[in-house]
């Protein structure tokens, strides 16, 4: 049986004009964007068939890879505290083929 309980909270919409938080937030998009691709040209070194069931955070374009998501976001913030566009994956157990659609 499917139960439904809502407990929606209000969601609030803004726009965000303040130069500095804007200069902020292209910050973090230019990191993540660098770290993104990073793990897109090294893919297949990274996510290899001994690491899967692990978590993957990705900062300072290298990977850290782990059995929780806790451990390897804190190991990439040790190692890149200045980077703000880290970011988490999972790589799944079994390697078959995924539709992913929006």
Known sequence: MIQHISKASPLEMFEVTDPAELAAADIRRAHFDR???WLQA???E???DDRRGKFL?????????????EDV???ARS????????????IPREKVPRVYAS
Not at 64 to 69: Q, T
């Open 73 to 75: 976001v804190a190991r």
């Open 79 to 90: 190692a890149h505290p200045d980077d703000q566009g880290w970011f988490t994956r999972y």
């Open 42 to 44: 090294h893919i297949k």
């Open 46 to 48: 990274v996510c290899t």
């Open 57 to 69: 955070c990705i900062a300072g374009e290298e990977a850290f890879v782990g059995d929780s998501v």
């Open 35 to 37: 770290n993104s691709a």
